[in-house]
């Protein structure tokens, strides 16, 4: 599956990603932890930098 093309759409998702995380009251190393991805990997998805892919979505759930 090729990157989207569309970075407020990438914006967006990474925005809400961050969102939810705050609203558990949670540290990126939280669910880095839980999900085995490391915390600079979560960082850069959610500023956009890197895009989310569905299986890290899955992982981060």
């Known amino acids: 599956m090729k990157p989207s093309s569309i970075p ?7 925005a809400e990603v961050k969102a939810r995380r705050a609203e ?3 540290t990126q190393e939280d669910p ?12 850069l998805r959610e500023v956009g930098r890197k895009q989310l892919t ?3 979505i ?4």
């Open 8 to 14: 407020a759409l990438v914006d967006a998702l990474a």
């Open 54 to 56: 569905l299986s890290v």
């Open 32 to 43: 880095s932890a839980k999900s085995g991805l490391n915390r600079p990997y979560i960082s």
């Open 24 to 26: 558990l009251s949670c």
């Open 58 to 61: 899955f992982r981060l759930a």
